[in-house]
């Protein structure tokens, strides 16, 4: 259990506050390697469950090395990193599903997130413009991903606790960098994004390890 502490660590007093500061400094090829490695952080979580625990991890895994890959690439092609993502989050729905067959709940939960979802593009459309069509795409797919994993709380185990957990922060941050790519934000905002999305990458991965 100390290992998995030292890895969460590592993600949020190394990985994150290196990524900002080589941001800050215009240097955001060394800083988009710092922001990748953070994901990594917590694919090593699903490696080492998929290795000696459980082989669907591997499901996680994938997820989890695709976010990775979107993490760097993001930073330098919005519509190719949001690419990665979806492919990452349809893994992830994979996962979920898996281990929590679908039910009411996930439908409910998935009608809410995208209902909220909706609201926020309607209030910002004209900031949006003719990115909506691929917004709207991601958005759905995100919801879903998230609706998904917060329905492990049905399942009654702390692994599901934590899959839930992920979800929520997961849909907070790309909520948030939803506001900060259409408005101005401070640094304080990057680091309210960077802090959830780690933290629910992290909450994903250990899930593979924790039941």
């Given at each position: 259990m100390l290992w998995m502490y030292a890895v969460c660590a590592l993600a949020f007093l190394v990985c994150l506050p290196c990524f900002m500061h080589y941001k800050h400094a215009l240097r955001y090829r060394l800083g988009t390697s710092f922001k990748m490695l953070g994901t990594l952080c917590a694919a090593s979580f699903a490696l080492i469950a998929s290795i000696r625990l459980d082989p669907h991890c591997w499901v996680c895994f994938a997820a989890l090395i695709l976010h990775a890959v979107a993490d760097y690439v993001l930073e330098f092609n919005l519509y190719l990193g949001e690419g990665f993502f979806l492919a990452g989050h349809i893994c992830y729905i994979c996962f979920f599903v898996n281990l929590f067959p679908?039910?009411?709940?996930?439908?409910?939960?998935?009608?809410?997130l995208i209902g909220i979802v909706a609201i926020l593009f309607w209030r910002w459309r004209n900031h949006i413009g003719k990115r909506m069509p691929i917004f709207s795409v991601y958005g759905v797919v995100l919801s879903v991903m998230c609706a998904f994993a917060i329905a492990g709380l049905t399942g009654h185990t702390t692994q599901g606790q934590l899959i839930a957990a992920g979800g929520a922060l997961f849909y907070l941050s790309d909520a948030l960098l939803l506001g900060r790519l259409l408005f101005s934000a401070t640094r304080p905002v990057d680091w309210a994004i960077m802090i959830t999305y780690y933290a629910a990458q992290l909450l994903f991965g250990a899930s593979c390890l924790i039941h």
């Open positions: 679908v039910s009411g709940v996930h439908l409910v939960l998935a009608l809410v």
